[in-house]
């Protein structure tokens, strides 16, 4: 699973507000972490149930407060499901609209998944929304609130901001399309064994006329994501993904569930620069070094150059080796990678 190394923007009492008592706060960080450990189940109960993965992880953000609302945590009730007359399970009481109001308590997190899904697909008055196009989540989250689902008046807003924001809906994309070849890779290859030898690059040139790291997939180690249809890798344990043609950091960012100005600083590039074909780009933080150790310097090669194809962050190649950012390298150079 892809690490989510993110700058910490607080978003409660902004937009994304629970309806539920919470313990605490929660941020983007808390977010992104909720969309990478639940996406599996959800893509899982729309195979089964036909409800839009993308509006299951919204609902479970907005109603768990991202797993955080004691709701959540005492009664693993990510879904605000209320105990109804049918109800013979477990029960938790919360104040929500009235005090003390009786809430469905699960054994487990799983459970609550299943239960939101019966619960939608076993009721009349939720039956309109399973004639709906189920790549539609804004008629899905608008009929949410039609039928009563929510009392908060912007409950459809909310959601439709969250899956937007976040780029949720790919959840649904990667049902849509599971019999794309690269979907069982992309949701169920294991990690393999990782390797510590870079392989040797062919030289691409990018619009500033410097050597930038190129590499194929079957240079690395595959790792499993389960919202983006891209292929991840790995190298000297960092995630990466390989550009592809047109690629920018945004649509890259917003493909990965990461912020733009992240994925630069992850990769040590400019507020300009763009991805060529085939470049690695980094989706979490490079390592602080790497087994390999010495790395001797070709023609053409730049700092940032070895940074990228080793995977060690470039302040600390450059702090091993007492240079600046803008010192000049020359072929035959010994640049440390480790302490």
């Given at each position: 699973?892809?690490?989510?190394?993110?700058?910490?923007?607080?978003?409660?009492?902004?937009?994304?507000?629970?309806?539920r008592t919470v313990f605490g706060q929660y941020n983007e960080q808390d977010i992104r972490d909720y969309i990478a450990q639940y996406a599996e189940v959800a893509i899982q109960k729309m195979e089964e149930y036909k409800i839009p993965a993308s509006i299951t992880i919204a609902q479970g953000i907005f109603e768990s407060a991202c797993g955080k609302s004691r709701l959540a945590v005492d009664g693993n009730n990510h879904f605000g499901i209320k105990c109804h007359t049918e109800w013979t399970g477990d029960t938790i009481l919360i104040d929500d609209d009235e005090l003390q109001e009786c809430f469905r308590r699960y054994p487990s997190v799983s459970d609550s998944y299943t239960d939101h899904s019966l619960f939608l697909t076993s009721r009349k008055r939720y039956s309109n929304l399973f004639e709906l196009d189920i790549m539609d989540y804004k008629a899905w989250a608008k009929t949410l609130?039609?039928?009563?689902?929510?009392?908060?008046?912007?409950?459809?807003?909310?959601?439709?901001?969250?899956?937007?924001?976040f780029n949720i809906a790919h959840l649904d994309t990667l049902w849509k399309n599971k019999e794309h070849p690269d979907f069982n890779n992309v949701t169920t290859t294991q990690p393999v064994a990782q390797t510590t030898k870079p392989t040797t690059p062919s030289p691409t040139v990018n619009n500033s006329n410097q050597i930038i790291f190129t590499a194929i997939g079957s240079d690395y180690p595959t790792d499993a994501s389960p919202f983006t249809y891209r292929k991840v890798f790995k190298n000297n344990n960092t995630y990466f993904v390989i550009a592809e043609k047109g690629d920018t950091y945004e649509k890259i960012a917003q493909d990965i569930?990461?912020?733009?100005?992240?994925?630069?600083?992850?990769?040590?590039?400019?507020?300009?620069?763009?991805?060529?074909?085939?470049?690695?780009?980094?989706?979490?933080a490079k390592a602080r070094g790497n087994a390999a150790r010495i790395h001797t310097v070709q023609s053409g090669e730049t700092l940032r150059y070895i940074s990228q194809r080793y995977g060690v962050q470039l302040r600390y190649i450059l702090k091993y080796n007492?240079?600046?950012?803008?010192?000049i390298i020359h072929p035959g150079d010994q640049i440390l990678l480790r302490r």
């Open positions: 699973m892809i690490k989510k190394i993110l700058t910490i923007v607080c978003l409660v009492g902004i937009m994304l507000m629970p309806t609130k039609q039928d009563g689902y929510a009392t908060n008046p912007q409950y459809a807003d909310r959601l439709i901001s969250l899956i937007e924001r569930l990461v912020m733009s100005d992240n994925l630069r600083k992850f990769n040590d590039a400019g507020p300009n620069d763009e991805p060529v074909e085939n470049e690695i780009v980094y989706v979490e007492m240079l600046e950012e803008n010192s």
